[in-house]
């Protein structure tokens, strides 16, 4: 699954600088831009005394990936615009996106077969109902085109979007497009998200904001199947329903954030002891969760998101998240729990990032795994038990107005939670374009 989702939420903290875009966008009720991101990278070859079908390849190789997106929206009224995006991504990950948990690009999407073809990756609508007469000064971006906003307001979005356009922010940590690459750097990796193979679903969100906290609620279509393009409109069993409370503080001047995330999905998942007892049993020789599917099966989790302005030019973050892990990874990714702690200094015209993240599966999972079953991103055959750490650094230079060219490096210890493969090491060029 392509998660980068066009997280601009992110690439608005640089929308206010003149030379953010190669072009000039006019002060309008309309807005058009374009953005293109590329991203090679490499892999030198890494110890591994076995792997299985959808194993990290331990071989030298390189992969490059691309996404081009076009933005289109209309300030209707005051407090209300649509937005609509087109958009085409290629190219391929290493191992096509197997054999992480934590996989070390956003930009990819997992089924190759989907190709370059064009799509709707954005169609909706965003309704204010303002709650007061005081309005501030709206940043405007891509996804959010007002000029103005009330600062105490209910806002509404309904129709195709990334669930992360709105959940589980955060202004250092989201953007794989000017900040880290990594899939549990940029998001949560135990928030097993509504979305689509590509990263998009049909729902709606519903916020009511003030200036010191606001809350989020958000109801979401979840795919038929693990990794799927297709959404399962089946309401009552099948949905990825998420809330958040977000509130705002300051410390010696300098302001934070902090947000705590709910999240209960409904879907046909299947149930790692119902394919372990399978085995245990002598009816199969492998588990095969999908085996074990049922209508209905829920999955909860929490997650708790910090970000903090420690000076002015450096900003830190952190995440903790966590699932019940018995039901199958079924939108993002195969993580079960996870802990971040990373910062950025940010400095004329370039960026420094490190962070670093530990992520984890429950026992049942890890059993799973053990007996030869497979994830839709992981199963080395077999399985000896560790947690997978990933270290990860970018530099992202603002080169010229909307050009922003970066290097990255990502270490790996205990790839797809395999003590015996590893550590990996990743290295990455990145170009990015805003138009």
Not at 134 to 145: D, G, K, Q, S, Y
Not at 214 to 227: E, F, I, S
Not at 336 to 343: E, I, P, S, Y
């Amino acid at each position: 699954m392509r998660l980068s989702l066009l997280v601009l939420m992110a690439s608005a903290a640089v929308a206010h600088a003149d030379d953010t875009y190669l072009v000039d966008h006019p002060d309008a009720r309309w807005w058009i831009s374009a953005q293109a991101n590329s991203i090679l990278q490499a892999q030198p070859g890494f110890h591994s005394p076995y792997e299985g079908d959808n194993s990290l390849r331990p071989d030298d190789h390189a992969q490059i990936s691309y996404v081009a997106t076009v933005f289109a929206g209309y300030e209707l009224t005051s407090t209300t615009t649509i937005i609509v995006t087109g958009e085409s991504a290629g190219g391929g990950g290493l191992s096509t996106a197997l054999g992480l948990a934590g996989f070390t690009n956003l930009d990819v999407v997992r089924n190759p077969s989907l190709g370059p073809t064009p799509y709707i990756g954005t169609a909706m609508i965003d309704q204010i109902i303002p709650l007061g007469d005081e309005t501030v000064a709206n940043e405007r971006n891509p996804l959010r085109i007002f000029h103005r906003v009330p600062t105490h307001r209910i806002e509404i979005r309904a129709g195709k979007m990334g669930t992360v356009y709105y959940f589980d922010n955060n202004t250092v940590g989201t953007d794989s497009h000017l900040q880290f690459m990594n899939w549990t750097i940029d998001n949560n990796g135990a928030y097993d998200y509504a979305a689509d193979t590509r990263g998009y679903t049909l729902g709606a969100e519903i916020e009511y904001a003030t200036p010191l906290w606001t809350v989020r609620y958000g109801a979401m279509l979840m795919p038929t199947v693990a990794n799927g393009i297709d959404y399962d409109f089946d309401l009552a069993n099948a949905r990825g329903e998420q809330l958040e409370v977000e509130a705002h503080e300051c410390i010696a001047g300098h302001p934070g954030i902090v947000r705590v995330l709910g999240y209960w999905n409904h879907a046909r998942m299947g149930n790692y002891d119902e394919a372990i007892a399978s085995v245990r049993q002598g009816i199969v020789d492998t588990p095969d969760v999908t085996e074990t599917r049922l209508k209905g099966r829920l999955k909860v989790g929490f997650g708790v998101n910090l970000e903090q302005e420690v000076t002015n030019d450096v900003h830190a973050f952190a995440r903790l998240g966590w699932s019940d892990g018995e039901n199958e990874s079924f939108a993002y990714t195969e993580v079960d729990n996870t802990v971040l702690a990373g910062a950025d200094w940010r400095r004329g015209a370039g960026k420094l990032g490190v962070a670093l993240v530990s992520n984890g599966i429950s026992e049942s999972h890890r059993d799973y795994l053990q007996l030869g079953g497979k994830g839709f991103l992981l199963g080395d055959g077999t399985l000896h038990y560790g947690r997978e750490t990933i270290l990860e650094a970018y530099y992202t230079l603002r080169a010229y107005r909307g050009v922003f060219p970066a290097a990255d490096v990502q270490v790996i210890d205990n790839p797809g939670y395999n003590t015996d493969r590893g550590p990996v090491v990743v290295g990455s060029l990145r170009l990015h374009l805003e138009i």
